[in-house]
């Protein structure tokens, strides 16, 4: 009986200092081994062997990219302005054993490294600044973290700065401004658009008007050739048929009510050549007749008419018949 439990305490020993002996290192991470208290090797991903009781293998330590978080830092800008600043940092550990024996807590030197050149590149510029170059601000950033963590073993990837926050009436008066210069390129737009809209406007009367003008001109020019044209056609037909002094009588005859015919007529004097003209075609019809008549006397010029609507002037520098009262003329 006691022999199976010595046997079985050996079998137990035995794989204990098995475990101890062969290790598996996983992918994408990395061990330290110290033998007798002192670096000895870096254990790479895959199967190993190390000496029990002599060697010993530190946490596993892990090589992919990994991503921290700092809670909001208070920073003060150039024009005295307190901002919190959140950071999100990206890091690689690249050699485990200068993360492990060159620095004792990677992340806290990390963070207090972040948030000292945060301070640094933030103090030499406004917030405007800040607010408008976040690039430039991360890669200054990302140069100072990589040159100081560079001996740790660790290499900053990327640093971003997620948000930057300035004080409620800085943002208040922010966004008056923003408002304020919206309203102003809203106004100049509108003036741009009515400027243009009158100067097309203006253009378009000025094409319409040049149209309209020559129009006018061809529209003339073209009357005037008809009416040429016509004269010219009328005056030939006089000349080839050549009327006698009968039918140029009537066509006088026809034009007298036209030219009475208007509305600031208001004094009608018949011309001496009515008489002529209408014994000429008395005698015309006399002739069509077969009977010839004496031609009539010519008749006295007819007394011009006054006008009802005409004044007392023009009443009296009409010619007044002899009163039987007067005076025979000397």
Same mark, same amino acid.
């Given at each position: 009986?006691?022999?199976?439990? *010595?046997? #079985?305490?050996?079998?137990?020993?035995?794989?204990?200092?098995?475990?101890? =002996?062969?290790?598996?290192?996983?992918?994408?991470?990395?061990?330290? *081994?110290?033998?007798?208290?002192? @670096?000895?090797?870096?254990?790479?991903?895959?199967? =190993?062997?190390?000496?029990?009781?002599?060697? &010993?293998? &530190?946490?596993?330590?892990?090589?992919?990219? !990994?991503? +921290?978080?700092?809670?909001?830092?208070?920073?003060?800008?150039?024009?005295?302005?307190? *901002?919190?600043?959140?950071?999100?940092?990206?890091?690689? +550990?690249?050699?485990?054993?200068?993360?492990?024996?060159?620095v004792a807590n990677p992340l806290q030197a990390i963070e207090q490294l972040t948030v000292t050149t945060l301070r640094n590149v933030i103090g030499g510029m406004t917030l405007e600044d800040a607010l408008?170059?976040?690039?430039?601000?991360?890669?200054?950033?990302?140069? $100072?973290?990589?040159?100081? =963590?560079?001996?740790?073993?660790?290499?900053?990837?990327? $640093?971003?700065l997620k948000s930057i926050d300035p004080p409620g009436s800085i943002q208040e008066a922010m966004e008056k401004q923003m408002r304020a210069e919206r309203d102003r390129r809203a106004t100049i737009l !509108?003036?741009?658009? *009515? &400027?243009? %809209?009158? +100067?097309?406007?203006? !253009?378009?009367?000025? !094409?319409?008007?040049?149209?309209?003008?020559?129009?006018?001109?061809?529209?003339?020019?073209?009357?005037?050739?008809?009416?040429?044209?016509?004269?010219?056609? $009328?005056?030939?037909?006089?000349?080839? /048929?050549?009327?006698?002094?009968?039918?140029?009588? @009537?066509? @006088?005859?026809?034009?007298?009510?036209?030219?009475?015919?208007?509305?600031? %007529? &208001?004094?009608? $004097?018949?011309?001496?050549?009515?008489?002529?003209?209408?014994?000429?075609?008395?005698?015309?019809?006399?002739?069509?007749?077969? /009977?010839?008549?004496?031609? #009539?006397?010519?008749?006295?010029?007819?007394a011009p008419t006054p006008d009802a609507d005409a004044g007392p002037e023009a009443q009296r520098a009409l010619p007044q018949p002899p009163r039987p009262t007067d005076p025979p003329a000397a």
């Amino acid at each position: 009986m006691a022999g199976l439990i *010595v046997l #079985a305490v050996v079998v137990l020993f035995l794989l204990f200092v098995a475990a101890r =002996t062969i290790r598996i290192i996983p992918q994408a991470r990395a061990g330290v *081994v110290e033998r007798l208290g002192r @670096y000895s090797r870096t254990l790479n991903p895959g199967l =190993t062997i190390v000496i029990p009781f002599i060697d &010993k293998v &530190k946490p596993l330590i892990d090589l992919r990219e !990994q991503v +921290i978080t700092f809670a909001p830092q208070p920073v003060i800008t150039e024009d005295n302005l307190v *901002v919190q600043i959140d950071t999100v940092l990206y890091f690689t +550990i690249t050699d485990p054993k200068s993360v492990t024996y060159e620095v004792a807590n990677p992340l806290q030197a990390i963070e207090q490294l972040t948030v000292t050149t945060l301070r640094n590149v933030i103090g030499g510029m406004t917030l405007e600044d800040a607010l408008t170059s976040r690039d430039n601000i991360n890669t200054q950033l990302r140069v $100072v973290l990589d040159e100081a =963590t560079g001996r740790w073993g660790i290499r900053i990837a990327r $640093v971003e700065l997620k948000s930057i926050d300035p004080p409620g009436s800085i943002q208040e008066a922010m966004e008056k401004q923003m408002r304020a210069e919206r309203d102003r390129r809203a106004t100049i737009l !509108q003036a741009e658009g *009515v &400027k243009q %809209s009158q +100067i097309l406007t203006a !253009q378009g009367d000025q !094409q319409s008007a040049v149209l309209r003008a020559q129009g006018e001109r061809e529209a003339a020019i073209l009357r005037a050739e008809g009416e040429a044209r016509a004269i010219q056609t $009328v005056f030939t037909a006089i000349h080839e /048929g050549r009327p006698d002094r009968e039918l140029l009588s @009537y066509q @006088y005859l026809q034009m007298l009510p036209k030219l009475a015919d208007g509305q600031a %007529s &208001k004094v009608f $004097v018949i011309p001496s050549e009515f008489t002529q003209a209408l014994g000429g075609l008395g005698n015309a019809i006399g002739n069509a007749m077969g /009977g010839a008549t004496p031609p #009539a006397p010519p008749a006295p010029p007819a007394a011009p008419t006054p006008d009802a609507d005409a004044g007392p002037e023009a009443q009296r520098a009409l010619p007044q018949p002899p009163r039987p009262t007067d005076p025979p003329a000397a």
